[in-house]
């Protein structure tokens, strides 16, 4: 069976400069697959690039179709779920409206409803908040927001990018922990990008390395895990 | 004390059309982080389609629901062919824009419609006085229909799903766009519905101030005014500004500084917003976005 995601030669960048050299990966059915490297080597860079977010060149086959040409909206609409870089809350909309917004593509009033309180048992503070201004929730409350926003999309692939980012070690470990039942109860594909590379090797099952713009490293994630430069680089021992 | 009483409501009835203009200038704001300085042109070439509807024989009020609609139109349109190419273009050549917008509407209306001052036929009529005779029955009448497109607007934007996707793309478009939600749609949608609620000022507001190429420039100035007095990025807020100058606007005519000096008014309150309070009543201070 194909990848369900699948990058060729993916090129992005911003204005003149290019920052993805050519880049090559995909990401199984069923799957997490991780995308490590540190600050700047162009991880937000590639999930942007595959919504449609920034120039891109190269291919890029979703499910079977190619959406290198497709503007953002409709990559959403055939399925991509995207958890950006810094949770994009709707500040000034409250806890229930950002989630409405999640769901704006869909018409199916009853599924919206049935996906909602599914959500809510993953996060149930979101329920409590629901009426309050997204603005005031914490750095992992919005973190949940997000991702909530983004499964009610109904994809079939789910974008994180740094979901660990400037949260608290407790609260990381649940958000995880919550990942890891949405691709298991949900059988959601995800595409993970991660500085902390440990925990994304946790949840992940293939990973690639990217080092300013280009992959190093790729294979399994215990394979990953093995790997010299990997090791002495991102996980310190 | 009659008098005081009839400033005062003549003022809340200007305040309605300043209160109109002044949430269409920040719904654009909102949405583009540029003033509409055309918005009050716009209005007035509104008003003259609806004269010239109601010449040929167009009932009032369907001559009224027509021009709305032509002027939603208008407004999809002045955003697709003007605004669009400059979405990411710098603050002062947007105001170039606007600008020579405004410019070639006023010419054009001036070059179609003539220069001279029309009368407007205004659809509200009482055979005995009103409210003890403070106010006309177009005062009275303009008001109300203000405050209900208004409050229609409001309800539109706080209930629908489309309102909301409205808000949410001129909140953050790229968190918007992965929603799904179709964020350049929603801009010329936000431009329709501006330049409507501009028509229905400027047909208000017509059959009291007359009509000419120049009929919106002063109103557009109050209407400014309230909105900075609001905040330009609070829609409430500048419904309750244009109330609010209109009122001052009115009281200060009358007993402080005289009418030949009103406009003056405006740009007090202008200038006092920027220096006291530059994000207004009712605004956030502003924070700029990475
Ligand atoms: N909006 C932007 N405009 C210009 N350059 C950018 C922008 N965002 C990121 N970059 C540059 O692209 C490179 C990769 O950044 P990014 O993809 O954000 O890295 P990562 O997510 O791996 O930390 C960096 O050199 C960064 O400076
Ligand atoms: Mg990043």
Not at chain 1, 97 to 126: H, Q, S
């Given at each position: ?237 | ?42 209005a007035t070439l509104s008003t003259f389609v609806a004269l010239t509807l109601i010449h040929a024989g167009v009932p009032f009020w369907g001559a009224f629901v027509l021009t709305i609609l032509l002027s939603f139109a208008l407004g999809v349109v002045v955003e697709r062919i003007l605004m669009r190419p400059m979405m990411n273009a710098p603050v002062l050549s947007s105001v170039g824009v606007f600008i ?141 500004g244009g109330f609010v100058v209109g009122v001052l606007e009115n009281l200060f005519g009358a007993y402080v500084v005289g009418t030949e000096l009103k406009l003056t008014v405006a740009l007090m309150i202008i200038v006092a917003v920027l220096l006291a309070r530059p994000a207004g009543l009712f605004g956030r201070a502003v924070q700029s976005r990475v």
């Amino acid at each position: 069976m194909p990848p369900l995601l699948e990058a060729r030669g993916l090129t992005a960048g911003y204005g003149e400069t290019n920052v993805l050299h050519g880049i090559d990966f995909a990401v199984e059915e069923g799957g997490v697959t991780a995308l490590l490297g540190a600050n700047g080597a162009g991880k937000t860079t590639t999930l942007r690039a595959l919504c449609g977010m920034i120039r891109r060149g190269g291919e890029i086959a979703f499910a079977g179709q190619r959406i290198e040409r497709a503007a953002t909206e409709d990559i959403v609409r055939r399925g991509v779920g995207h958890v950006p870089d810094g949770r994009g809350t709707f500040m000034e909309l409250t806890v229930e409206e950002n989630l409405r917004l999640g769901a704006y593509t869909r018409r199916d009033r009853a599924g919206v409803a049935a996906d909602i309180a599914r959500l809510f048992d993953y996060f149930p503070r979101l329920r409590e908040r629901l009426r309050q201004q997204a603005g005031t929730l914490s750095g992992g409350e919005q973190q949940m927001l997000a991702i909530a926003r983004a499964l009610l999309v109904r994809p079939r692939l789910l974008l994180l990018d740094e979901p660990s980012f400037g949260l608290a070690p407790l609260i990381v470990r649940d958000i995880f922990h919550i990942l890891r039942r949405i691709n298991t109860e949900e059988r959601m594909s995800i595409l993970v990008v991660e500085q902390n590379a440990s925990l994304a090797l946790d949840l992940a099952d293939h990973a690639y390395l990217l080092e300013t713009g280009r992959i190093v490293v790729s294979g399994t994630a215990a394979a990953i895990r093995q790997d010299e430069a990997v090791r002495r680089s991102y996980l310190g021992y | 004390m009659n008098g005081l009483l009839h400033q005062i409501a003549s003022g809340i009835a200007s305040g309605a059309i300043y209160a109109s203009v002044a949430l269409a200038l920040v719904m654009i704001y909102q949405a583009t982080h540029h003033v509409n300085f055309a918005q009050g042109e716009m209005a007035t070439l509104s008003t003259f389609v609806a004269l010239t509807l109601i010449h040929a024989g167009v009932p009032f009020w369907g001559a009224f629901v027509l021009t709305i609609l032509l002027s939603f139109a208008l407004g999809v349109v002045v955003e697709r062919i003007l605004m669009r190419p400059m979405m990411n273009a710098p603050v002062l050549s947007s105001v170039g824009v606007f600008i020579g917008l405004l410019l070639v509407i006023n010419a054009l209306d001036g070059w179609i419609f003539g220069f001279t001052i029309k009368s407007f036929p205004s659809p509200f009529h009482a055979a005995h006085p009103l409210l003890g005779g403070y106010v006309s029955p177009h005062e009275i009448g303009e008001t109300g229909l203000t405050v209900v497109v208004l409050t229609l607007v409001w309800l539109f934007f706080r209930y629908t799903t489309l309102g909301l996707a409205m808000r949410a793309a001129a909140y953050n478009p790229v968190s918007a766009r992965l929603c799904g939600v179709r964020v350049n749609r929603m801009l010329g949608l936000g431009w329709g519905l501006a330049a409507a609620i501009g028509a229905a000022a400027g047909i208000m507001v017509a059959p009291v101030v007359f009509l000419d190429p120049n009929m919106m420039s002063g109103i557009l100035l109050y209407a400014f005014a309230g909105a900075l007095l609001g905040g330009i990025d609070s829609p409430l807020g500048a419904v309750i500004g244009g109330f609010v100058v209109g009122v001052l606007e009115n009281l200060f005519g009358a007993y402080v500084v005289g009418t030949e000096l009103k406009l003056t008014v405006a740009l007090m309150i202008i200038v006092a917003v920027l220096l006291a309070r530059p994000a207004g009543l009712f605004g956030r201070a502003v924070q700029s976005r990475v």
